[in-house]
């Protein structure tokens, strides 16, 4: 058996030749070259406001329902966060035989695809389908402040699959 032991120095090319037992050749090139490598140094940047739109009792003309993070505490126990909103004027939750974080939420009869889910007014639906999977979002209970259920057209901004309705949560780092 042969035994090769090549060192490489910089800007150099070894072109080789393997032959075994003189029937199998193998032929192959090494190159090294000095890099250099730059860095570039960013500058900071703050974010200081952020924009959540949310409907005011008596100012905005939209239906909606608000329970805030203290209810939410009050109803947790061992609940996920869907379960928690059960009680709540036009919302109906279920489990479908699935596992902690595979709840389901329908608000006036609308599936979840039909509903806008907004976390501290960024959406959180599926791109493709519109679902929202509940287990990537089971810390909810601990960080929210308030939720806000609204009926008809929501009043946000924002190119969201809803229908009919928009359910936003808000975290209590915002308020």
Known sequence: ????????????????????????????????QESVLDSIALTEVTVTSQVVDVARDRITPIAFSSVSGAEIDLKAGNLEFVETLKRTPGVYTNQDNGGYGDGQMYVRGF??????????????????NGRVYWSNWMGLIDLTSSVQIQRGLGSTSLAVPSAVELFQLIHELLR
């Open 1 to 32: 058996m042969n035994n090769f032991t090549f060192v490489l120095n910089k800007n150099l090319n070894i072109h080789e030749k393997i032959k075994l037992n003189n029937i199998f050749s193998f032929y192959f090139s090494i190159s090294a």
């Open 111 to 128: 599936g979840f695809t039909n509903t806008a889910y907004v976390i501290n007014g960024q959406p959180v639906n599926d791109m493709e």
